[in-house]
């Protein structure tokens, strides 16, 4: 897919996913929305896809929502968020968490807003050294959406979280990286490099797995010990029929690399 709001190229059991409006630092609209949902469905379909890397075009990760499309004329009636939220925002976050592969982010300059939330939602973030964070909902007399709400103080705490969005200031990486918000902060020139290698090594893992890893963290978020030790034991037994497991043990007895295909 090139030419639009979305690049994506497939390499490597790994489909690229390039946010493509630099001159508007990446900020969505419907196209990009719908464009970024069109593409999210042909990954989940492909077989063949085992990761995916998200990233931005220019010097910006995403800058959350395009406010020119939301600009109100003095006297105009006021536009219902809720209507967005509904028809974008939260099918993307929902299709992010449960697609059954593993995905990596990597911010490149400023997510800012919904940009920020989606970046969090990815299964493994790498930022830029001179990436920032920017939860700046509340300087249009918004709160965070997209999930932010549920990922600030889950990750951060209830102080961070609040801080950070109520007070809009920029989180840099490395201090993203500290309070355990992202994975990593790397030198800006080695961030795709790092990126990229670590969606090869996940495209030639245990697709099954990690699918089951993504399935089972997401519910423990809302889940007690007893039920999660339960869905660990059905999400394992389900992974013990799986042609990669035979190979694991296998290759584990055999003292050599595995050779993991994502079958069932």
Known sequence: MTGSTILMEMQEGVARVTLNRPDKLNSFNVEMHEALASAL???????????????????????????SDRHV????????LGL?????????????????KPVVVAVNGIAAG???NLALHGDIVLAARSARFIQ?????????????TWLL?????????????????PLPAEQAEAWGLIWKAVDDDKLMSEAAAIAKSLAAGPTQAFAAIKEAMLQAATSTLDAQLDR?????????????YQEGVAAFIEK??????GKT
């Open 114 to 116: 919904a940009g920020a």
């Open 41 to 67: 469905e042909e990954i989940e379909r492909d077989a063949g896809c085992r990761a995916v890397l998200l990233t931005g075009a220019g010097r910006g990760f995403c800058a959350g929502q395009d406010l």
């Open 232 to 244: 660990e034991r059905e999400l394992q037994r389900r992974l013990g029929f799986t042609p990669d």
């Open 256 to 261: 050599r690399a595995p050779r993991f295909t």
């Open 153 to 169: 103080p889950r990750l951060l705490g209830e102080a961070r979280g609040r801080a950070l969005a109520m007070l809009t200031e």
């Open 84 to 100: 967005t939220i509904d028809a974008y925002y939260n099918p993307l976050v929902r299709r992010l968490r449960a697609l059954p």
């Open 73 to 80: 004329k003095p006297g105009g009636p006021p536009k219902d």
């Open 136 to 148: 700046a909902f509340a300087k249009i007399g918004l709160l965070p959406d997209s999930g932010g």
